[in-house]
């Protein structure tokens, strides 16, 4: 080859291979983690979504929306888990695990950051709805409906605590610090005398309105209200979190899981960002664990213990770490699975393992695979380039630039 | 006119300590050369520079202004890009979204397209793969992806940390020469080469660093024509 040959490198085959045997050992290292979409069966359905125009999307979502507020009404048999369990608290308890999977999904989904102790926001919530309803408890009190932003603030408040000393850590190292961080708070709950260990609090509250004959509309008995808030909630939370997905937040959590230095010195604060995540993650824990206190009524520290946190863990891997579709879908089966089979209720740790190994196995990017359209918030200043470039002759051949683009683009990133 | 300083650089790992005392410049304009064997503290250099690494004693200043303590993501708003070793593409994000991210730091959107379009310009190959996986991509093609990112940035010093790595011989030509002209459109380039006599020759000043200290400076010519480094690095004796 001249050395007065233009600059069109990567010529012979030879050099692929070598460069490729290379690239095998490098990976062989164990940094690179592809994330590509799945091919095959709900890869299938993602191609599929996207080919919809944008009418049929709504049009789309909106009948699964609407299904969704109908299900508990509904209660449609097979599906239904009676008569082990009231279908309306349990279409409660999967909203509630959904949404906690949405927020633990900004964690360990967008941002890579392996949290084991998830449960500790939970419980902060809980008690932070708690202590400022129940009768039981001295201090003030203020509507429930107050505690759900309270509670958000102050376990982001918790989440910051943590994560500042914490996420200069990495890895494993941030694993283990979690997993520590949850313990204590259930601890802590134990020994601390304001908390009431197991004797708890009860009657905690719960929104306003009572029902024509009487008793409360929002009972600890009737799962319907506090289902529809749970979901009016997820609903919220979702778009919020789908919108930083697209912005240059989500981008930099996306860099980060992916090469934490290479992102560093992209210009991303990592730091930052990792703080952002943990504590954005917080906050929507934080907020179920406040809703779960609501409908329960009753808060002691029983229920906040690791396993709860790696099933939380198990239910965003399930559904498709990085999804947030998927974490909603993989929150919800994991709570329903138990409560519609009774009878292997008692084995779901045993079976929540045996299904992570086989999705490990077969589907290792959950049951719906990540894929951001990263480019949405350059997207603009990438059109302008392509079509820019698009006006020059050397770019006539190739179908990507111009104003197709995008389309074409979008295309790609899903495929 | 100096562009990068170190002055008395340390560095440690732990206990251990990786760079002793090292002290060079980097001239605007310059293509400067680091070459010395495996472990000698090439890639820690690097990494000292664009900010992944702290000093534990010393003095690093870029363009008059001392960074020492500056966070590396803001390293980068300052005019420092570091193509790292093994590349260190986002193997989950697109040619085109691995790019994007190279601008991240940007605060000037309006120079975005002139210099995706330098990039494009300089790996045509980049173009034509826009849509691919950057973990999908060859080894020589995540190369000029890692180099086209770092210059996304509009780098007033571009640090290259291994740019021939696992590149067959044609390919280490044109690599170099694309360092070249990359230099002739005004960025200063420090490269860290194991690739010693290609270094050499097209860099114009470059430093030999054994264990942590630097032994040997001069032009690129003085060095290559130095009996001790022939030996030692040129694979001549
Ligand atoms: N993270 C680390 N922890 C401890 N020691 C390290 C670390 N990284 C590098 N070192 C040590 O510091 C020294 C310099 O390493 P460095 O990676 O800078 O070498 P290099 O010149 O880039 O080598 P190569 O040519 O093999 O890339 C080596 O002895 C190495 O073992
Ligand atoms: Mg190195």
């Known amino acids: 080859m001249s050395m007065t040959d233009g600059p069109t490198p990567m010529q012979t085959v030879a050099a692929e291979q070598a460069a490729e045997?290379?690239?095998?050992?490098?990976?062989?290292?164990?940094?690179?983690?592809?994330?590509?979409?799945?091919?095959?069966?709900?890869?299938?359905l993602s191609d599929r979504w996207q080919a919809l125009s944008r009418q049929q999307q709504w049009g789309f979502l909106v009948i699964v929306v609407v299904l969704a507020y109908l299900l508990p009404l509904i209660n449609p048999p097979i599906i239904t888990t009676e008569p082990g369990n009231n279908f309306a608290l349990a279409c409660?308890?999967?909203?509630?695990?959904?949404?906690?999977?949405?927020?633990?999904?900004?964690?360990?989904?967008?941002?890579?950051?392996?949290?084991?102790?998830?449960?500790?926001?939970?419980?902060?919530?809980?008690?932070?709805?708690?202590?400022?309803?129940?009768?039981?408890?001295?201090?003030?009190?203020?509507?429930?409906?107050?505690?759900?932003?309270?509670?958000?603030?102050?376990?982001?408040?918790?989440?910051?605590?943590?994560?500042?000393?914490?996420l200069r850590l990495r890895g494993d190292y941030l694993a283990i610090v979690t997993l520590g961080f949850g313990e204590i708070v259930r601890i802590l709950a134990t020994i601390i005398p304001a908390m009431k260990g197991q004797v708890g609090f009860q009657n905690v509250g719960h929104p306003p309105g009572t029902a024509v004959d009487g008793t409360p509309i929002f009972s600890n008995s009737n799962g319907v209200p506090w289902y529809w808030l749970t979901l009016t909630i997820i609903i919220i939370v979702t778009l919020l979190v789908g919108n930083l997905e697209r912005s240059r937040v989500g981008r930099a959590w996306i860099a980060i899981r992916e090469d934490e230095d290479a992102a560093e010195i992209m210009g991303v604060p990592t730091f930052k960002y990792k703080v952002w995540a943990f504590a954005i993650g917080a906050a929507i824990g934080g907020l179920s664990g406040a809703l779960f206190a609501g409908q329960v009524g009753f808060v002691n520290n029983q229920k906040f213990d690791v396993t709860t946190s790696i099933l939380f863990l198990a239910a965003v891997v399930l559904g498709g770490a990085g999804n947030k579709v998927g974490a909603i879908l993989g929150g919800a089966l994991v709570s329903y699975i138990p409560l519609r089979f009774t009878a292997i209720a008692e084995y779901k740790y045993l079976i929540f393992g045996v299904a992570l190994v086989l999705i490990m196995i077969f589907r290792s990017q959950g049951l719906l695979p990540a894929r951001q359209r990263l480019l949405a918030y350059g997207r603009t200043a990438m059109n302008q380039i392509t079509s820019r470039n698009g006006k020059e002759p050397t770019d006539k051949d190739n179908p990507s630039a111009g104003p197709g683009a995008r389309a074409v683009r979008q295309k790609g990133a899903e495929a | 006119m100096t562009l990068l300083e170190l002055d008395g650089v340390s560095v440690h790992y732990g206990r251990i300590q990786a760079l002793r005392d090292i002290s060079f410049t980097v001239n605007e304009g310059e293509v400067v050369a680091l070459i010395g064997a495996n472990g000698a503290g090439k890639t820690t250099t690097m990494r000292t520079i664009s900010g992944l690494l702290n000093c534990s004693e010393g003095k690093i200043t870029f363009a008059g202004q001392d960074i020492t303590k500056m966070k590396a993501h803001i390293r980068v708003v300052h005019g420092i890009s570091q193509a790292p070793e093994g590349r260190g593409i986002f193997p989950g994000m697109t040619v085109m979204e691995n790019l994007d991210m190279g601008t991240f730091g940007r605060k000037d959107r309006?120079?975005?397209?002139?210099?995706?379009?330098?990039?494009?310009?300089?790996?045509?190959?980049?173009?034509?793969?826009?849509?691919?996986?950057?973990?999908?991509?060859?080894?020589?093609?995540?190369?000029?992806?890692?180099?086209?990112?770092?210059?996304?940035?509009?780098?007033?010093?571009?640090?290259?940390?291994?740019?021939?790595?696992?590149?067959?011989?044609?390919?280490?030509?044109?690599?170099?020469?694309i360092i070249k002209e990359i230099n002739n459109q005004g960025t200063t380039v420090l490269m860290v080469e194991q690739n010693a006599n290609q270094a050499l020759a097209g860099a114009h000043r470059a430093f030999v660093l054994e264990t942590g200290e630097i032994t040997h400076s001069g032009t690129g010519k003085q060095l290559l024509e130095d009996p001790s480094i022939k030996e030692a690095y040129l694979g001549v004796g």
Request: charged share 20%.
């Open chain 1, 21 to 44: 045997d290379r690239e095998a050992s490098l990976k062989a290292a164990g940094r690179s983690d592809h994330r590509q979409p799945g091919k095959r069966r709900f890869g299938n």
């Open chain 2, 110 to 177: 309006s120079g975005v397209a002139k210099d995706l379009e330098r990039v494009f310009d300089l790996f045509p190959r980049l173009k034509e793969r826009e849509k691919q996986y950057g973990g999908t991509m060859s080894g020589g093609e995540q190369q000029m992806l890692a180099i086209g990112r770092a210059l996304m940035s509009n780098p007033k010093l571009l640090l290259l940390d291994e740019p021939s790595m696992g590149l067959a011989p044609q390919f280490i030509r044109q690599i170099f020469k």
């Open chain 1, 92 to 166: 409660f308890d999967m909203a509630r695990f959904a949404l906690i999977a949405v927020g633990l999904n900004v964690v360990v989904g967008y941002a890579g950051l392996l949290d084991l102790g998830y449960v500790a926001f939970f419980a902060v919530g809980s008690y932070c709805a708690a202590m400022l309803t129940s009768p039981d408890s001295p201090y003030l009190h203020i509507p429930y409906l107050w505690t759900l932003p309270v509670a958000m603030a102050v376990t982001m408040f918790f989440g910051v605590m943590l994560g500042v000393p914490t």
